[in-house]
């Protein structure tokens, strides 16, 4: 008889990194990876909450410490973000007349600081244009 391995796979959020959508993982050479009870990230995917801000066309802003996660805010990869846990939305249509450059085009981009306070700084009250979430 073969020995197997079940293990909790999780899809993790890249704009708020919440850990959603579990799926049982079954495989031999997970051994290691199973054998503390952790769970694995398999995917990099929108949770739902994202998803339906995306979907009405919000660009998530995510805070970061730049430094911390080894790089400039266009090449960080989510999984190396070092989150400060501040997410900004911004409207697609008020993203042009914020900054200066284009959209991203998988809607989300890292941003320092100090760009979260700036937009805090700019919009205090247009709830309908920024919405910002501490998690
Ligand atoms: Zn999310």
Redesign the pocket.
């Known amino acids: 008889m073969t020995k197997s391995y079940v293990g909790i796979g999780i899809d993790r959020?890249p704009?708020?990194a919440?850990d959603h959508t579990e799926s049982v993982l079954l495989h031999k050479r997970m051994k290691e990876v199973f054998e503390d009870g952790n769970k694995v990230v398999v995917s990099i995917d929108?949770?739902p909450?994202?998803k339906a801000k995306r979907a009405e066309s919000y660009i998530a802003l995510v805070e970061i410490d730049e430094e911390k996660s080894g790089g400039y805010t266009e090449t960080i990869k989510p999984e190396n973000a070092w989150r400060l846990g501040g997410i900004a939305w911004v409207r697609s249509e008020a993203w042009t007349k914020i900054f200066d450059v284009p959209v991203p085009k998988d809607g989300m981009c890292f941003v320092g600081p100090d760009v979260i306070a700036m937009l805090e700084e700019m919009m205090p009250d247009e709830t309908d244009e920024t919405e910002r979430s501490k998690t």
């Open positions: 959020c704009i708020c919440t929108l949770c909450d994202c």
